[in-house]
């Protein structure tokens, strides 16, 4: 196990471009003799960008090349200029991640405590930190759970916890991998709805059809590829007729 | 440098929640009510189960952190023992040096099986099991207790018998499950110049 | 819920946690230096007055944390008596005594979150080795986070056996259960990069509240 610091350029932030986007270039990844995306090239700035396909198409590891929670086995991903390969600090900070299982993205057992682990990690100062814990426990109806073991809140909750934890990091862009998959219909419109009025751009990769509604653009994942490419009118009866 | 620089920043985080899930299934065994066996002397507890788990699942390092960090806990007075004790007094008792042993005997096991681990089977497990999750326990738990309490050695070796039966059972189970993960979900992975070194 | 502290403003809770736990120490090596029953002996009633009169713990609290080894206590007594002689005996259960009040007492006035710094703190000198001592607390907090889901994800998987027919608790289930939450944990470890973990400046702020009691 090596715990030692890497010497990487920590603190200071390289030149980023602004507005960029996400930009992939001729992305592809392999797990070990096995590809999993390849010859994936597009940019993204829409405001709402949704994912769909199968199991096992590759959308989770597309979702997670985005903040460099993997990167390519070639080509390169650019985020807002920030190669995800070198720049990997910069770019998390640019893009939060929101897991399907919230269980696997909460780590402090309390509500409050878990809430001001991203901002900690960032150097935020303690005072700044309280702010912003309080502004989320109140958005999202947390306030009476300041306290509380995170395991004895709902699912939804915990799912409402999980997202509110990367807002108090203040990124620009969220991506969400499947993040309504674990969850009953009234957990599901509620996410939907939170993330619907979120002011971040956002990419979702999902299952549920209907969260793409007001989306700017539909990608289609299939085999390692993108098969489709449009506005939700245009991907996702393509993609449904497909299935039958 | 592994393949791939992404591989190695993940390891580390991931390294980090490894180590706690065992300090909590640790944690989670103690909860479990000690098991009456027939023709046994005295009950069996799970706990030390969870030490040779953190060993042959983990291997050296991050299965000593993790009793290490268990051990941390109960001494921050979280009641994580089995009968639902601790806090700094456990650590004072007459039977402390077994709680001790617990990080070096994960560390033994776990490096008896990096060791084993290309040929690593049922046999090998229990090698494994038995020299670090009963050898290395009762070879600093029963001079321990004689230090301590101002008994002769003797006095605290014959003691401690009856519960050895219990402990090659643990050792049993434990190797059982750990040849079964790691066909399913081998955690440990070789540096590939162990190949040539061992 | 998951700590023995017990709440309260006395000198002795507000004392130091690493002065605690040096005292602690020193008496742990101090009293094996001797083999006088009055300097054993005083020592007990010291922790006692200490913990009782100056912490004002109740009785209970230490109670608690001294039960489970009574039994023990009372057959090493039984034994000296036996073997040795009845001062050797007497000493070597009231040292123990003495050590397990102390143990108590400070366990009982010291926040987790105070034993942690200390931990950390300890910890400091392995930064020589790579070891960064701010991970230490995020470990810790992670297993209290673990403890109830690997709880819950033990009785799910019990249920679902149950379910196919198996109701007695079987060693079987380890591995599916032991399987499930080593992904979980390949996760939470993404999710640590993600939020930042990474990140950490070599001296996080803390200011979080007490993680349990």
């Known amino acids: ?244 | ?198 | 819920m998951l700590s023995l502290y017990v709440p309260g403003r006395s000198v002795v809770h507000r004392a130091p946690a690493g002065l605690k736990l040096g005292l602690l120490a020193a008496l742990g090596v101090g009293l094996f230096l001797t083999e006088r029953p009055a300097v054993v002996g005083g020592a007990l009633v010291g922790a006692l007055a200490v913990g009782l009169g100056a912490a004002r713990l109740p009785w209970r609290a230490l109670a608690v944390q001294v039960r489970p080894v009574w039994l023990w206590l009372a057959l090493l007594f039984v034994f000296h008596l036996l073997a040795t002689d009845l001062r050797t005996g007497t000493v070597a259960v009231l040292r123990l005594l003495a050590l397990l009040v102390t143990a108590a007492v400070v366990t009982a006035t010291t926040r987790v979150t105070a034993l942690v710094a200390v931990v950390e703190w300890l910890a400091s000198p392995l930064r020589v080795f790579g070891v960064r001592p701010a991970r230490i607390g995020l470990v810790i907090a992670m297993t209290l986070r673990f403890i109830p889901l690997v709880a819950e994800r033990a009785a799910r998987i019990r249920e679902a056996q149950a379910a196919r027919g198996a109701y007695r608790l079987r060693w079987g289930m380890a591995v599916p259960l032991l399987v499930q939450v080593l992904r979980m944990a390949a996760t939470v470890g993404e999710a640590l990069d993600a939020r930042g973990a990474d990140d950490a400046p070599a001296r996080r702020p803390r200011a979080r509240p007490a993680v349990a009691s």
């Open chain 2, 1 to 198: 440098m592994p393949a791939g620089s992404g591989t190695f920043r993940r390891v580390k985080s991931r390294d980090l929640a490894y180590v706690a899930l065992f300090a909590a299934i640790v944690a989670v065994l103690g909860l479990l009510p000690p098991v009456n066996v027939p023709g046994f002397p005295v009950p069996i507890t799970a706990q030390t189960l969870g030490v040779m788990l953190a060993g042959s699942v983990l291997g050296a390092k991050r299965g000593g952190l993790a009793l290490l960090v268990f051990l941390a806990l109960v001494a921050m007075g979280a009641p994580l023992l089995s009968g639902g004790r601790g806090g700094l007094s456990v650590f004072a008792g007459p039977t402390a040096g077994y709680l001790y042993s617990w990080p070096i005997a994960a560390f033994v096991i776990g490096l008896l099986t990096q060791l084993f681990w290309r040929r690593f089977n049922l046999a090998w497990a229990l090698v494994a099991n038995l020299i670090g999750g009963i050898l290395v326990i009762y070879a600093i738990g029963i001079p321990f207790t004689s230090l301590f309490g101002d008994v002769p050695l003797w006095a605290s070796f014959t003691g401690s018998l009856t519960f050895i039966p219990g402990d090659v059972v643990k050792a049993v189970v434990a190797s059982l499950v750990a040849v079964a993960v790691r066909r399913a979900y081998p955690v440990i992975e070789l540096p590939s110049r162990r190949a040539t070194a061992s």
């Open chain 1, 1 to 244: 196990m090596r715990w030692r610091r890497r010497p990487e350029a920590g603190a200071e932030e390289p030149a980023a471009t602004p507005g960029a986007g996400i930009d992939l270039r001729d992305v592809g990844h392999e797990y070990g003799d096995r590809t999993v995306l390849s010859g994936v090239s597009l940019t993204l700035t829409e405001r709402r960008v949704g994912v769909i396909g199968a199991n096992g198409s590759g959308k989770s590891t597309f979702a997670r090349l985005l903040n460099g929670l993997v990167v390519p086995t070639s080509g390169s991903v650019l985020v807002d200029g920030l190669d995800t390969r070198t720049q990997v600090r910069a770019v998390r900070r640019r893009v939060g991640f929101v897991f399907q299982d919230p269980d696997a993205q909460i780590v402090h057992p309390t509500v409050a405590e878990d809430l001001a682990f991203g901002p900690q990690n960032q150097g935020v100062p303690a005072e700044e930190i309280a702010r912003r814990v309080e502004e989320m426990l109140d958005r999202y109806g947390l306030a009476g759970h300041r306290d509380h073991p995170a395991h004895l809140l709902s699912g939804g909750q915990k799912q409402l916890l999980a997202i509110a934890g990367v807002l108090a990091m203040r990124p620009q862009r969220i991506v969400f991998d499947e993040p309504t998959t674990l969850l009953d219909l009234a957990n599901t419109r509620r996410v939907a709805r939170v993330i619907d009025e979120l002011e971040q751009d956002v990419v979702v990769v999902t299952h549920h059809l209907d969260l793409l509604a007001g989306f700017d653009r539909v990608l289609v994942v299939e085999d390692g590829r993108v098969a489709a490419d449009g506005t939700p009118a245009e991907t996702v009866p393509w993609y449904v007729a497909r299935m039958d």
